[in-house]
């Protein structure tokens, strides 16, 4: 009985509702309009937004790997020192020489992708070499210089 009942009622809303509304013709032909204007704008914001991913693909992969570099160095420094293998000195120190460490390799593993005669002798690579070694002693300077001297200076 529960079925019968159920099954009337359901052929009477399938019959007595319309997919269309055939009473105003009109209305299609606006409904037919917006889905080509939704469509066409549609297409344009996508194709606007590949091209801006891919004009800055490079910065986009920098970026993403400073941030993977930043998470993965903060989270295996907190593991040390949740086991006690540094301490809170030695933490800011680590996270420097190993961010920018994992950066060089990151570097030199994006020149072995794109150049397979990446060479430890050339010129590029020398460069990003000193680059490694001026931004670890730049940091560390400025991390002694002012955090520990200034503020030595400031709170006595």
Not at 46 to 57: E, F, H, K, L, T
Not at 83 to 92: H, K
Not at 134 to 152: D, R, S, T
């Amino acid at each position: 009985m529960k079925f019968y009942v159920r099954y009337l009622v359901l052929n009477f809303l399938a019959i007595s509702s319309l997919g269309f509304p055939l009473k105003h013709p009109h209305r299609l032909k606006q409904y037919r309009v917006n889905y080509k204007l939704m469509k066409k704008t549609i297409s344009r914001n996508v194709i606007n937004r590949v091209r801006v991913i891919s004009r800055n693909q490079e910065e986009i992969v920098d970026r993403s790997v400073s941030l993977f570099y930043d998470n993965m160095l903060t989270d295996l420094l907190g593991i040390a020192k949740l086991y006690n293998l540094i301490n809170d000195e030695s933490q800011s120190y680590l996270y420097i020489v190993g961010y920018e460490f994992a950066w060089f390799g990151f570097k030199v593993l994006k020149n072995n992708v794109n150049d397979v005669n990446f060479d430890m002798d050339t010129e590029e690579s020398q460069m990003l070499f000193e680059q490694l070694i001026i931004n670890v002693i730049l940091y560390v300077g400025i991390k002694n210089i002012l955090f520990k001297n200034i503020f030595h200076i400031i709170l006595n």
